[in-house]
């Protein structure tokens, strides 16, 4: 089992910034990949940004290129996800995910086993 846990959601202006977190626990010498995802209500759950454990190949939706930005800390086991020049239509519950090297396409939800609770981020206009 891999546990996850994000934080950083808040509310923020149009054109702000954010920095989300996951810290990451357990069997995470499973782990192949961590990927961010968010969902807004009455939405499905869509694909952000994700990258390799080893903290190489960013992959991003176009939603989300030249301005978010995924990071991945060894020391701490951690996941960042750097968020700026936010718009209103990226307010979404955001959730960590980590998947494994054999199940799936990076930017399908159902590839991925493990997922945190989610933090919810708001950007007012």
């Known amino acids: 089992q891999v546990q996850l846990v994000e934080s950083g959601g808040s509310v923020v202006q149009a054109g702000g910034s954010l920095r989300l977190s996951c810290a990451a626990s357990?069997?995470?010498?499973?782990?192949?990949?961590m990927g961010w995802f968010r969902q807004a209500p009455g939405k499905d759950r869509e694909f952000v940004a994700a990258v390799r454990w080893t903290g190489d190949s960013q992959l991003y939706a176009d939603s989300a290129k030249d301005r978010f930005t995924i990071a991945r800390d060894n020391a701490k086991n951690t996941v960042s996800l750097q968020m700026d020049s936010l718009k209103p239509e990226d307010t979404a519950l955001y959730y960590c995910?980590?998947?494994?090297?054999?199940?799936?396409?990076?930017?399908?939800?159902?590839?991925?086993?493990?997922w945190g609770q989610g933090t919810q981020v708001t950007v007012s206009s």
């Open positions: 995910a980590a998947k494994s090297l054999s199940s799936g396409s990076y930017y399908n939800p159902s590839a991925y086993a493990y």
């Open positions: 357990g069997r995470t010498s499973t782990v192949y990949r």
